[in-house]
């Protein structure tokens, strides 16, 4: 099988192509050629490379034709962000294509009204981000339908690996919330601590679109999530992060508007857009009817994230 993946060397493609390889798949990986994969276990010799600029070639309108020229089977599309992207490559591939996976987000969910959220709530997405992945999950969704094109749209939450920051238990990526736990120091959370984040390791991630393929018939024409078993709530995952580095968790919990006056502009940004969200997402329907079987709950997946910081000299406790 000829399987495309667009964004191939980020958080998800750096699980996702070696497993495409070890499943006997020919893999050509696109991306701008910026970035390199944060491991490589030498299985990158086996992949074909392909340097190109998604947002320029979307613009100038040839993405699509670059993409149906590689005549893959599957197309695993990672960097998709509108329903104008979506509409331009899926127009290009159709005729061919087996399969056509999209990666969506658990953002296209605004405020959850009863938890777990599934995939079937209705779509209340807010902020730019969100409500352009929702909108494109809801062409390639309805196109899909009424064209029979095979897709399926798969929703990571926060992603976390070794090799780079995970979303901490303030709801931000400073990485000095780790250090602040490890030694016992006080941690001001904002509210009660009760909002939720919903991780997921990246190789979970990568499991998800190959039991994607696998399940072919079972995928097309759905949009899955794809997290770790159970949310966090910040409070819980800082008594956790805490406990698990030596120190003695110490926290406090500040109205809104006191706790950001206390962070800095883009750390109190970066929280409020996740504790808006508060995300906290089912996954029994990626679990039924692909066979996703997550390896890592949310805080074994953090914990390989700090164990990294640690390691490489991003955060001293
Ligand atoms: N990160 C999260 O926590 C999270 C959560 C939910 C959903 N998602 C979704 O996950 C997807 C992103 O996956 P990821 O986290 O693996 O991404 P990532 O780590 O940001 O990697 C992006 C990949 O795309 C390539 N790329 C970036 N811009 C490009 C462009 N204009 N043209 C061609 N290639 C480009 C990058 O390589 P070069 O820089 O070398 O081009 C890299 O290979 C998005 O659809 C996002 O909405 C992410």
């Known amino acids: 099988m000829k399987t495309v993946v667009i ?23 696109l991306s701008r050629g910026q970035r390199a994969p944060y491991e490589d276990r ?22 699509g034709a670059r993409i149906a020229a590689l005549k893959a089977d599957v197309v695993i ?17 159709e005729e061919r294509t087996e399969l056509y996976l999209s990666c969506g987000t658990i953002w296209v969910h605004g405020p959850s009204v009863s938890v777990p959220t599934t995939e079937a709530e209705p779509r209340r997405p807010f902020g730019d981000y969100g409500t352009a992945k929702a909108a494109m999950e809801s062409w390639l969704l309805s196109h899909s339908r009424v064209s029979g094109f095979p897709v399926a749209v798969l929703h990571p939450g926060h ?15 400073n990485p000095a919330v780790f250090e602040t736990l490890a030694r016992g120091q006080r941690l001001a959370l904002p509210n009660l601590g009760q909002e939720t984040v919903h991780h997921v ?38 008594e956790r992060v805490a406990r698990w580095l030596g120190g003695n968790p110490d926290l406090e919990f500040l109205p809104w508007e006191q706790w950001r006056a206390g962070v800095s502009a883009e750390d109190a940004a970066a929280t409020w857009d996740h504790i808006a969200h508060s995300p906290c997402c089912s996954i029994e329907k990626a679990r039924r009817l ?24 991003k955060i001293r406790i």
Not at 77 to 93: K, P, W, Y
Not at 303 to 313: H, T
Request: charged share 20%; proline share 4%; net charge negative.
């Open 7 to 29: 964004g191939a060397t980020g958080h998800i493609g750096t699980s996702l192509v070696p497993r495409l390889v070890q499943a006997g798949h020919e893999v050509v990986c």
């Open 42 to 63: 030498g299985i990158w010799k086996h992949v074909r490379r392909e340097t190109a600029d998604r947002a320029a070639e979307d613009a100038a309108g040839s993405f």
């Open 77 to 93: 599309d990672l960097i998709c962000f509108t329903a104008e992207s979506a509409r331009q490559i899926v127009l290009a591939i």
């Open 159 to 173: 992603i976390v690996g070794r090799g780079w920051v995970p979303l901490n238990p303030a709801g931000n990526f």
């Open 201 to 238: 390791h990246a190789d979970d991630v990568a499991q998800a679109f190959c039991r994607a393929i696998e399940n072919r018939a079972a995928a097309v024409g759905e949009s899955f999530h794809v997290v770790s078993p159970a949310a966090l709530s910040l409070r819980g995952y800082a």
């Open 290 to 313: 692909l066979g996703y079987q997550p390896r890592y709950e949310s805080f074994q997946a953090v914990c390989e994230s700090v164990e990294w910081l640690i390691e490489n000299g």
